[in-house]
């Protein structure tokens, strides 16, 4: 069962969710493993403390340009969506942070003058933490497309077991990657009218994918009850609510799991696991 974290906004308390959620199944259930796929800023680590174990290089294909055969006619120029290619002067230049690596440049050159060469845009790191399995991707610094590297990441974690996918914040592609093929997102918001505009953002994304959703309301006692109102018109259902308390943002600023603190939070997390597996049919 892979079961996201997302959040239509940053903040909200999505990555102290999963990591605690994680932190709490793998003391209870075999096989889990934890997924950081919020890979332009990950930070599960910060609180999960991994044993590493191995660090992959994720490349992707980019074109390479043989001048002497490029006759500059322009078709690759004119067929590429992403405006990685372009004519300045005499010369073909290519721009591979747009490109997608879609090929079709490399197919449709009359004068087979392109080639392609491997680009490194992230890493994949393996290893354990909490006697389970922990991977987390790390977009490089100044890459703009991270699904090639979340279509990585998602490809090398097994299908068994239980797997618990920080996903990045927001409802853009990167999000749209990490949460697909999930069995159930757990959305993570808070009470005031940021928060509703982007749950709701989230939550039309999980309808759009066909994947059944839950909210979480994080500090569920600082907003009002406009918010709890527009969640029920809504139609969306609130799986667990948790008050502010002074100790979970003590541990989230030490950079600690609250569960070893704090068991209220520990059994709120297994009932949200239970209520998951039930919607899922693992139950
Ligand atoms: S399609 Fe081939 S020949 Fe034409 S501009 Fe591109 S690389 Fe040059
Ligand atoms: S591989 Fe695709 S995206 Fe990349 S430059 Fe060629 S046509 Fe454009």
Redesign the pocket.
């Known amino acids: 069962m892979r079961i996201a974290f997302a959040s239509g906004k940053g903040g909200t308390g999505k990555t102290t969710l999963a990591t605690n959620m994680f932190a709490v199944l793998a003391r209870e259930i075999d096989h889990v493993i934890y997924v950081d796929a919020d890979v332009e800023e990950p930070n599960g680590h910060i609180f999960l403390n991994p044993d590493k174990t191995d660090v992959i290089d994720v490349k992707v294909p980019?074109?390479v340009i043989n001048h002497e055969k490029c006759t500059l006619c322009g078709d690759?120029v004119n067929?590429?969506q992403?405006n990685?290619?372009a004519i300045l002067g005499e010369k073909l230049l290519?721009f591979p942070a747009l490109?997608?690596?879609?090929?079709?440049?490399?197919e449709l050159c009359p004068e087979k003058a392109i080639s392609e060469k491997q680009r490194a845009i992230g890493k994949i790191t393996k290893g354990s933490s909490c006697q389970a399995g922990y991977y987390s991707g790390c977009l490089n610094v100044g890459e703009a497309l991270s699904p090639p590297l979340l279509r990585t990441l998602k490809s090398i974690i097994s299908q068994r077991g239980t797997a618990i996918i920080d996903a990045p914040p927001g409802t853009s592609c990167p999000v749209v990657e990490a949460i697909q093929g999930s069995d159930f997102v757990v959305l993570v918001t808070e009470p005031t009218p940021f928060g509703m505009h982007d749950l709701q953002l989230a939550y039309n994304l999980t309808q759009d994918l066909n994947i059944p959703s839950g909210v979480v309301i994080n500090r569920s006692d600082l907003g009002d009850e406009l918010a709890r109102e527009m969640i029920e018109k809504e139609g969306m259902t609130v799986m667990l609510e948790i008050p502010f308390r002074r100790r979970i943002a003590e541990c989230y600023s030490d950079g600690k799991l609250n569960i070893e603190s704090d068991p209220e939070f520990s059994n709120e997390l297994v009932k949200l696991y239970d209520q998951i597996c039930q919607v899922v049919g693992n139950g």
Request: hydrophobic residues 35%; contains cysteine.
């Open positions: 980019v074109p690759c067929y590429c992403f990685a290619l290519t490109c997608h690596s879609c090929g079709a440049c490399v």
